[in-house]
């Protein structure tokens, strides 16, 4: 289908494919195995100048929005989402800085992510997933510096990022309102890293722990104002959650094609089985699907770049539906494998487990559709009330 790309965007949609076939495509099935870092590809990405994309230009960017950085996305997760989530995650990192940063740490820290030091985000913690209000991690002021203690688990890019947007609780009495973003460098004092998971899925990112132990930053670490942690991190899931649908469509894509080559070339009963009506239609459903969770995903990027102002149902919807279609996309895939699609042999296998993810990371599909019914509530109560 035609979305009616500019050549620009066209060059960067055939780039990131470029790069995905002739430097990921290669490693993919041993950077899993071996659960490794991919840690050359993301120097051949930042040689690429993807990093840049949507870093103001003001800042050694390119001055793009979300929509390019999800084509982007999309090719490299049709290859591998784990290495897709390390690239997008840097991205995640890095929107609380453009979004709310000041002059001063925008002209410091975006240029660095700008030129490939990866970033990373760091809400959940143990007490916090869903319930994003009850984390623990503290800052307190004294002097000229916060005093950071607690600890942050399951962040993307812990320990190989450089540069860390974190919340931490500045005034617990406040409940919501007492949370504050900070930017926490690698090497700061009594900063380190904790536990590295062993996951299902998207194995070569890497998700650990963060560790707080008094770590002191010099006060202008601060984001913004104390007090808008929360506000932060929602604005930064309204920009980044149709990221995690372009992952989404990438992966699907992938399987689908998988699929569609793998049928027209296993006989059984002495013909292609892709020959048989029900594996005719199990593909087809696959491309409706596909096709719709992308021209949602492109729709709901190009909408919140647009500067609109509600965007987060719509940023919701672009998470939640094209994550569900992966899932199912890449479970179908495997299933027209048959035995094979079981088989380490074949990248359906990885793809099934890598899609579980993205239900549940950048708030599960739960939280999603929670989201999206508060939105409707709220939207039908203003009409009703204009009537
Ligand atoms: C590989 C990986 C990478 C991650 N990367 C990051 C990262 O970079 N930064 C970061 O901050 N976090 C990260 N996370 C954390 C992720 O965002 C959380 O795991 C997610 O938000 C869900 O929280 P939880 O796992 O604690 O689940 P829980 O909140 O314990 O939820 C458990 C179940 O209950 C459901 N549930 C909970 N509350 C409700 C409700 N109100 N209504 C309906 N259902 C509900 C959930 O949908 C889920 O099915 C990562 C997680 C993983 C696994």
Redesign the pocket.
């Known amino acids: 289908m035609d979305y009616f790309l500019t050549e620009d965007q066209l060059m960067i949609q055939d780039l990131a494919r470029q790069i995905a076939e002739e430097k990921v495509l290669p490693v993919r099935a041993e950077l899993d195995e071996k659960e490794e870092f991919p840690r050359d590809l993301m120097k051949h990405f930042a040689e690429a100048d993807l990093f840049r994309l949507n870093i103001p230009e003001a800042y050694d960017g390119m001055g793009l929005g979300g929509f390019e950085q999800a084509l982007a996305v999309e090719q490299v997760s049709r290859v591998c989402c784990g290495v897709a989530c390390t690239y997008a ?1 840097s991205g ?1 990192g890095a929107y609380p800085l453009v979004l709310f940063g000041s002059e001063d740490q925008k002209k410091k820290y975006l240029p660095q992510i700008a030129a490939g030091k990866l970033g ?5 913690e143990s007490t916090a ?3 994003a209000g009850g984390i623990q991690t503290r800052a307190v002021l004294e002097g000229d510096e916060y005093v950071l203690n607690g600890t ?1 688990q ?4 812990a320990g190989e990022a450089e540069i860390y947007s974190v919340i931490a609780l500045t005034d617990p009495s406040r409940g919501p309102r007492g949370a504050s973003f900070f930017i926490v460098e690698k090497g700061d004092p009594g900063f380190s890293f904790g536990k590295r ?1 062993k ?1 299902m899925g ?1 194995r070569c ?1 890497a ?1 650990g722990e963060l560790i707080f132990n008094n770590c002191r930053l010099p006060a202008d670490r601060l984001i913004s104002k104390e007090g808008l942690g929360f506000i932060i991190a929602m604005r930064t899931f309204d920009k980044s959650r149709p990221g995690v649908g372009a992952q989404a469509v990438g992966l699907a894509q992938g399987a689908l094609e998988a699929a569609v080559e793998y049928a027209r070339t296993r006989v059984q009963f002495g013909h292609p089985i892709i020959s048989f009506q029900a594996i005719q239609h199990m593909l087809a459903d696959m491309a409706a699907s596909v096709e719709a969770a992308r021209a949602l995903v492109y729709a709901a990027a190009r909408f919140i770049d647009s500067g609109a102002k509600e965007v987060s149902k719509v940023s919701a919807m672009a998470k939640v539906f094209p994550s569900d279609v992966a899932m199912k996309v890449t479970t179908d895939a495997v299933q027209i494998f048959g035995g094979s699609g079981y088989m380490r042999d074949y990248p359906v296998e990885k793809m099934m487990r890598d899609a579980k ?1 993205l239900q ?8 999603q559709r ?1 989201v999206i019914g508060q939105e409707l509530h709220k939207e039908f109560g203003r009409r009703s009330r204009k009537k």
């Open positions: 995650a995640l990373a985000f760091a809400l959940t997933g869903s319930d942050k399951w962040i993307t890019n998971e996951k998207i990112s998700t993810i549940i990371y950048e708030g599960t599909n739960q939280i929670n």
